[in-house]
Nanobody, 116 residues
């Protein structure tokens, strides 16, 4: 069973930065995609960014140029550097590990609040 632990959320003013970290506390297979999703109040969960084990990256259009996803395979850790934050980025951010066989694991989430 993969367990994911997120950290780095908090309250920040618009224009500020935060760095989210997600660490897998148990073994994960090397072939996977790690990513970040978010869910704002009253909205559905949406993809923010993903990165494959080979380094292929995908971002939702609304964060392109502001957010950067990266991973450390040796540490089974994925990061999300968030710059130029906007109030509309306020959400609970969830870490995800996806295996090609279709299995998904989720963290419990970390709250990011951006004040205007």
């Amino acid at each position: 069973q993969v367990q994911l632990v997120e950290s780095g959320g908090g309250l920040v003013q618009a224009g500020g930065s935060l760095r989210l970290t997600c660490a897998a506390t148990s073994h994960i297979f090397s072939v996977n995609t790690m990513g970040w999703y978010r869910q704002a109040p009253g909205k559905q969960r949406e993809l923010v960014a993903t990165i494959t084990d080979g380094g292929r990256i995908n971002y939702v259009d609304s964060v392109k140029g502001r957010f950067t996803i990266s991973r450390d395979n040796a540490k089974n850790t994925v990061y999300l550097q968030m710059n130029s934050l906007k109030p509309e980025d306020t959400a609970v951010y969830y870490c995800n590990v996806h295996y090609p066989i279709g299995k998904d694991y989720w963290g419990k989430g970390t709250l990011v609040t951006v004040s205007s």
